[in-house]
């Protein structure tokens, strides 16, 4: 497998410093990271995740990630086991071309980089945590750009990135954690009154027309919600803005006909975890990982990637009956 290649470039100006191994107060402020840890973090996570590929096993995963990219990557491995299909693996060409490293006064801990993979045409753009001194790094967040996707510029003070708090709306129309739920509102229902404090961009036109195809189906009634969770990092943007690492749960409900049970085809979600089909009703759970960019001044806020995919579902127990 070939190894990552890490462009830290004039980007990340780093101390060589150690983060203490025995307390959780970091006072004085503390960079995250030295260089060499973020090349041996990556370089690990990249080697257990091919392993996991190479077995079709997301177990290994849990080792290098925790939190709703666990989650995501569990629910995807589901869905590959019961199809023909296979999991992207990392043999392609990828490299990491910017890391924001912050600096903290206590744990957790957590740094961002930018993924290139030229062959799937795609960046992810991650976040590795350390929840305390004798936790390791894990990747929390993934979402994904195309390749063409200008990032706006991380400010920095001291050749650290600087954060923004969920809470803190100095500069911007609103604070990270009231974009993440006038997003998730406008999501739920398009005529929601946040719906003008929102660019209409391309996640929320995909994620409406596969709504409106689920409630296309025949002999079933849909619908759908959408929940934002909890804000916890934030990058400070150049222009005053906000670069936030946004996770939104998402359930997918189909309620079917008296006497009737639904199916799905093999290789879909809805075959994964609701292998017996739906009789009654039955909800599939997803989760998306959203790069919501929070302009400075009065700009809309408008996501520029996103990764997301189903992590469980409830209900829908098989009968006799009609398959649609």
Known sequence: MRRTIVALACSLALTACAVPHERDDLTPRKTAASADTVTTVIDRYREVRSSAVALLDPKPLSTVETGAVLAIDSGSFAVSQGSSTTQEGDTSDVEVTDVEVPRFTKYPLWFSAVVRDRQLGVNRVQVFERASSVDPWLLTASPETLSGTELPAIRRADGAARTVGADDGVGMAMSPQEAADAYAAVLADPGAEQSAEIADDSFIKQMRTTAATNADLENVTFSQTWEAQDVQYALRTGDGGALAFVTLLRKDTYTVADGLTVTWPEGSPQ?????????????????HQVLLYLPGGAGEPRALGQYGGVVGGEGGQGGGGATG
């Open 271 to 287: 075959r994964a975890f609701l292998s017996e089909g739906i009789s009654g009703s039955g909800t599939l759970s997803y989760l």
